[in-house]
């Protein structure tokens, strides 16, 4: 037992003193009036464009009650008709019940041209006043608007939504759909629609609106949120991690992390995921939530470094993330995807190459890693079929290898490689960002936390499963691939990985005293393994010492350069460990 100082609610404070920000709709309505007051214009336009996920519901009635206007225009009154809509974006959703492909809409698609010009033609009755234009597009309706507010969503905040029956996906009504139907919806194509159009208006903004804690809205500056994401580059920071329960979860992260004992169990943590976890930036007390995304499409350069963004795009390319099956059950059999066969069937760039850093377990905690020797996938997937018809059971120790793991050990499983982590075992799971491309071959008779049977996708597995990756080869080139290299006064620095199939390098520090660290213009993510806490200072005191407790983890940009860790507060004199992510270049 353990006291957990873990952080769930990670911030960067951008302004010690409240000076940008503005709190609940009526101070923000006096905000905007006195914003479009200023303009001395006898007609004047405000757009709200928004990313999907935005509440109708509470927005727009308060946009009315709060806003001076004389014309309040929603512009999905511009999109196509919704069965229009539907086949736009059946190419990319499919049929599908976990995959589609990524699209290449934009939300230009949506739009009707005849629905636009009726709606240019209604606004020109107007001559006097305010016009309001609130929507996912409204600035393609009034391009030469005259303020522009950008209302974003964080997409665990979205998740949830979607889980509640709160919203529909982009241009159409299907927010009683299933969860799993909707959340394609919005990762395939909402999502991308929406970073493509938020990408085009950002330099625009005049606001930002943060609407991710209902009825509690928060209205930014865009030059303060501009300030605030060029702050965070120049820093270490930590984004805000999520959780959420498994039919396989455990119970170690309620203790570690200091979650709700009487949930059933938790399964996931992702503590580093920009593309679905936020930032939060503080304006004196007061916090606002902003898609961590946001980070990677307006400081690329300065948070990946050149060589990073220049293979990878604006993309972040690293995922954290925690697997806890202690007092839990296995993960589902799978495999993950070629390079060549991602790229071709889902339009996603790379492949999620991936591995297990053990961060706790019991004596009986293994891996399943491999094919057994002499095991052939044809006969392999032969009694995967059989059992998922129900014919016979598997059983997955006759065909897959299993090892007996420990804490502090690291696993590398490059893509095309069968494996799972097994029950009692705490898994730090570091790997290439596309997260959602797990092909489940196994999945031990059980259902999903809504009693339902969980995908099984065998034949995409049969297309990617590599017959070479046996016990003979996983034993060679994947288990606990540690070189040292190089030690010093008070610590030692070791290589744990990956597989050189992978592109992702990882370096592990055993230290009791200041270790130095240099990100040589390449991005750094680490995670505390070893030891209560820790702190990151700058040698030329460009960034405020930054605390970090166990199992956080946390992000160096690449704009950062020279950096230090040593053992801080009761750790002070004790042996602590990082585990640092980059990008081999």
């Known amino acids: 037992m353990r006291q957990s100082n873990y952080d769930k609610y990670p911030f960067v404070q951008v ?20 914003k479009l007051k200023s303009l001395n214009k006898k007609l004047a336009i405000l757009v709200i464009e928004c990313y999907a996920g935005v509440l109708d519901e509470e927005v727009i009635p308060q946009l009315q009650k709060n806003i001076h206007h004389s014309l309040c225009i929603n512009a999905k009154d511009a999109y196509k008709d919704e069965s229009d809509i539907l086949k736009m974006i059946y190419p990319d959703v499919t049929d599908d019940c976990v995959f589609g492909f990524l699209t290449r809409l934009t939300i230009e698609d949506y739009l009707n041209a005849q629905k636009i010009n009726h709606i240019q033609k209604r606004a020109t009755t107007i001559s006097e006043g305010v016009i309001v234009v609130y929507g996912t597009g409204a600035s393609l309706l009034f391009p030469n608007f005259d303020v522009l507010v950008y209302a974003d969503m964080a997409r665990w905040e979205i998740q949830m939504r979607m889980r509640r029956n709160e919203v529909d996906n982009l241009g159409v009504t299907n927010r009683q759909d299933e969860f799993s139907a909707k959340y394609k919806q919005g990762y395939f194509v909402d999502w991308r629609v929406c970073d493509r159009l938020k990408k085009k208006v950002f330099s625009q903004l005049n606001y930002l609106l943060d609407t991710n ?17 060029e702050i965070t580059v120049r820093q270490p920071f930590r984004v805000v991690p999520f959780f959420d329960p498994g039919p396989w979860g455990g119970q170690w992260m309620k203790e570690v992390c200091d979650l709700d004992a009487s949930a059933i169990n938790y399964a996931w943590c992702f503590d580093c995921v920009p593309e679905e976890n936020s930032v939060l930036l503080a304006f004196g007390d007061v916090k606002v939530e902003i898609p961590s995304i946001d980070l990677v499409f307006f400081q690329a350069e300065k948070l990946l ?109 490059p893509a095309g490689t069968i494996h799972c982590s097994g029950a009692n075992t705490m898994v730090l799971e570091i790997s290439a960002t596309p997260y959602i491309f797990t092909f489940k071959l196994w999945d031990w008779n059980r259902l999903g936390l809504d009693n339902k049977p969980r995908p099984i996708h065998l ?20 288990l606990n691939l540690i070189q040292p290299i190089d030690s ?3 610590w030692r620095e070791e290589s744990t990985g990956l597989n050189e199939l992978e592109f992702i390098e990882t370096r592990r520090h055993w230290f009791t005293k ?34 970090v407790h166990y199992a956080e983890t946390f992000i160096v940009p690449a704009a950062v350069g020279t950096y230090t860790i040593h053992p801080h507060g009761e750790a002070e004199g004790t042996e602590c460990a990082t585990l640092k992510a980059y990008v081999r270049c």
């Not at 804690?213 to 994401?229: E, M, Q, S, W």
């Not at 070479?468 to 034993?475: F, G, I, L, Q, S």
């Not at 213009?521 to 405020?544: A, D, M, Q, T």
């Open 15 to 34: 302004e010690e003193t409240n000076h940008n920000c503005f709190e609940g709709w009526q101070a923000i309505g006096m905000e905007l009036n006195a």
């Open 213 to 229: 804690n209902k009825n509690h809205p928060k209205l930014v500056t865009a030059d303060a949120i501009r300030k605030g994401l």
């Open 305 to 413: 470094g050149a060589k990073v963004y220049a293979r990878f795009g604006a993309e972040f390319p690293i995922r954290f993330d925690f697997l806890d099956t202690m007092g839990g059950s296995n993960l589902s059999l799978q495999v993950h995807p070629l390079t060549g066969y991602i790229q071709e069937k889902f339009g996603m760039h790379y492949t999620q190459d991936e591995s297990y850093y053990i961060l706790d377990a019991a004596h009986d905690a293994k891996v399943y890693l491999g094919l057994n020797n002499e095991v052939k996938t044809d006969e392999l997937f032969i009694e995967l079929e059989r059992a998922q018809n129900n014919i016979s059971d598997f059983d997955a120790e006759k065909y897959v290898a299993t090892w007996p793991v420990q804490k502090h050990d690291h696993v590398s499983i």
């Open 459 to 478: 034949e995409h597995g049969k297309n990617v499963l590599q017959q070479n990756r046996d016990k003979a080869w996983v034993k060679k080139h994947a």
């Open 488 to 490: 010093g006064d008070g």
């Open 514 to 547: 200041k270790v130095y660290h240099n990100t040589n213009g390449n991005l750094h993510v680490l995670n505390l393994v070893e030891g209560k806490e820790v702190v990151i200072e700058s040698p030329e005191n460009k960034f405020n010492p930054f605390i």
